[in-house]
């Protein structure tokens, strides 16, 4: 699993995940591979970066199937936009790419078997299997490590000057206590639509 978290204060958006990859128990470390979670879009409203966390391989194919996207239908910049331009790549991702769709047999919708979260001059939002759309007010992990992340930002939310801080407590908190991620970490910064 991994480690990835969003962070919005002051301004400052923020992005950060850890860079560890992991085959059962074989660990695959930066130093071995670029191991890059986190991947920049260009929309018509600017750039969004766009972490993951899931299987190893949504990583290639979520970045080339976004990456294949008219900007016109890539939008990122609400939640609607977020739920609508997801919706619309997933039966893409079914088609190009052989997504399988079944989790359980009780499932209400297809999923898409990952978990996203995107930051961007609008804000930060997080995106679930089934399309559920949140777009978070200060921050949000997602992963294994996230538990260990979202307590690190809470417990610095309030004391810290910039979105950085946040994230580079939670990145380190979740790389620190979970077995599935490791640093180095990827932290990419931008600001806010108010702040500009």
């Known amino acids: 699993m991994t480690t990835v978290v969003v962070v919005k204060k002051a301004g400052q958006i923020a992005i950060a995940a850890d860079t560890l990859v992991t085959f059962g128990d074989t ?20 750039p969004s970066f766009i972490g993951m966390a899931g299987t190893v391989a949504h990583f290639p194919v979520l970045r080339k199937a976004i990456g294949s996207m008219p900007r016109e239908i890539l939008q990122l910049g609400s939640k609607d936009e ?5 919706t619309k790549l997933h039966p893409y991702l079914k088609d190009n790419f052989f997504l399988q769709t079944k989790e359980e047999d009780s499932d209400p919708y297809e999923s898409s078997q990952f978990s996203v979260v995107i930051a961007n001059a609008s804000g930060i939002y997080g995106l679930y299997s089934y399309r559920e759309v949140f777009e978070f007010k200060e921050f949000w ?3 294994s490590g996230r538990s260990f992340a979202l307590g690190a930002m809470h417990s610095i939310y309030h004391k810290a000057k910039t ?11 979740g790389c620190e206590f979970d077995r599935n991620s490791a640093l180095p970490f990827d932290l990419f910064t931008l600001k806010t639509k108010e702040a500009k």
Do not use: H, P, Q, W
């Not at 979105?163 to 908190?173: C, L, S, Y």
């Open 27 to 46: 660990m695959l470390s930066k130093r071995y591979e670029d191991n890059t979670k986190i991947f920049r879009v260009e929309t018509e409203s600017g």
């Open 82 to 86: 977020v739920f609508d331009t997801f």
């Open 163 to 173: 979105a950085r801080e946040v994230a580079e407590a939670g990145i380190t908190a």
């Open 141 to 143: 992990g997602i992963g």
